[in-house]
């Protein structure tokens, strides 16, 4: 399988400027203080702060970006109703040019709001026709399928985080990053692996929703039931792999480790507190690495993703 | 009275680099969607993310790297017990130089264990005897003292705030400021003012703590009783001016305004909710005055300064 390079994400780029934040490294006293201990520290990207509220419009943006002009003027669609879909209708604004979700007729109005405040036609559909529906709105109306994360140029996008992250800490040892679909920690290591061969790039997913774990053991994309997969408040990482992003994985992660849901929710209390940064449960899995599996982490600066911040306020209420 | 300049504020941008986060501007989509109207936007420049949460490690630590190398040797004192008292103790330590903070008996045992977990050494007084037991530590042990704000270098350092935003922002038309003792608003003005003379700088307080307006007004530093101050939840923001950030403000300051208690509740609230980011109320003024006063403000490309993130997370939830 042909791989995401470095190249690949030095071209989203240059796409991303101007639309994405470019995130500083914020270093994070707390981190160290609470353990009580001396140790080389740890800084945190803060992906919560982009547009939409998470890394997904790096991605978005690069993939709207690579389309060819026409095609892009005919418009995007996805059938994500997270953070995805939020990020394309924000990367296909910035384009003027149309982008619909499908949506499942079950969603949040709240979500549905937000989605269309951005510019987005939504359509609502029950959940098991999403795919359906989107693939005829391919061939009715032209539109360009942008996937969450199934898509090398989504990778790509989602790997400027890993180049940031190198660009600011070129001696960084140890970056920590969440994985859901595993756009995110393609990319990341794609980016680090190339840039600086020895830092280690450490997957984390939550325990409830360890398909990506499973996955790299069997060394085929292992899909956990629903049912299963559901129980773990990190409704960000619910995802399973696609066969392209466990490639990637497979060949460019160095570890996965999992969190427990309750470290997860001090993770993001803790973050509110003394990072002042509001992250969802998904965005702060890779801190509850740090803060609960530092002895199973190579030593070193360590660089923790916080990839999105899209919580519930009542939920952040109960984790103060 | 000599005032600071836009070289001053360019040698401190080199002394804070790598100690202060060079700080990003993100768009705040919510700032306009709430409002249900087409504007040409609000950015938001983060200062709550700064190491020890606020703005102010940008003029400590610029007003300790100025000192004469044997003078800083010997140590820094202030009796700021608030968010410049941290970030004092920070920048020394990051020089490995003596900080001692004094502060009164009945400040809250948390605020004393984060000031010492920076390194500083706390000395405990009767709230009045702060200003005498910092001079007896000057002249004993030749401590140099760091004011928060009544002092040229520390007002430089905070101008480097103003820089960034020009910088990032070439042509931006209206930045707002939160007005305390006035170091952050004299500096960011001096920076803005020069390098884009045509851009407003506004001053926003508390109108339970309107003393700079006072000020400005009066034309001589006006000084509100304690007990009429201390009345705002805004706690960062009841200090009076200097006459050195008096003679900032009324030269470079456009104009200043005033927010009630809930508007900058409010504005914490939707900082949290949908811009992930946990300001203290003093730190959301100058979005509570986007938010809500709007038709006073002049039109245009807008900057709003959240300065500080240091919030009791009881508030917080109160807030959410």
């Known amino acids: 399988m042909d791989l995401v390079g470095l190249d690949d994400i030095q071209a989203a780029a240059e796409n991303i400027r101007g639309v994405a934040v470019r995130t500083p490294l914020l270093p994070w006293l707390d981190g160290d203080r609470t353990l009580g201990r001396r140790s080389p520290g740890v800084l945190l990207k803060p992906e919560n702060l982009q547009p939409t509220g998470a890394f997904k419009v790096r991605g978005a943006r690069h993939a709207v970006a690579c389309l ?27 384009f003027g040019v149309p982008c619909v979700v499908v949506m499942p007729d079950v969603a949040p109005p709240v979500k549905v709001a937000a989605t269309r405040a951005l510019g987005a036609e939504v359509v609502l ?44 800490l070129s001696d960084v040892d140890v970056v920590l990053v969440p994985v ?13 692996k190339a840039l600086r061969p020895s830092a280690a790039v450490v997957g984390v997913e939550p325990e409830l929703a360890a398909d990506a774990r499973d996955s790299l053991a069997a060394g085929t994309v292992v899909t ?22 466990l490639a990637h994985l497979s060949a460019r992660l160095d570890d996965i480790l999992t969190v427990s849901d309750d470290e997860i929710r001090d ?27 530092r002895a199973s982490l190579p030593a070193g600066r360590t660089v923790a993703v916080v990839s999105g911040g899209n919580i519930d ?8």
């Open 313 to 320: 306020p009542q939920l952040l209420r109960s984790l103060l």
């Open 180 to 192: 859901g679909g595993g756009g995110l920690a393609a990319g990341v290591a794609t980016a680090v």
């Open 224 to 245: 956990w039931p629903v049912e299963r997969a559901y129980q773990t408040i990190a409704d960000a990482l619910r995802t399973p792999l696609s066969e392209l992003t």
């Open 125 to 168: 559909v029950p959940p098991a026709e999403r795919l359906a529906r989107m693939q005829q709105l391919v061939a009715s109306r032209g539109l360009s399928p942008i996937p969450p994360y199934d898509h090398r140029d989504v990778i790509a996008g989602q790997g400027t985080v890993g180049l940031e992250i190198v660009q600011d």
């Open 267 to 293: 993770a993001v209390g803790r973050l509110a507190r003394s990072a002042r940064l509001v992250a969802e449960p998904g965005g702060a899995a890779a801190v509850a690495a740090y803060l609960h599996h």
């Open 68 to 94: 060819p002009e026409a095609r892009r003027a005919a418009g995007v669609v996805t059938h994500s109703s997270g953070n995805h879909g939020q990020a394309l209708a924000y990367a296909a604004r910035a």
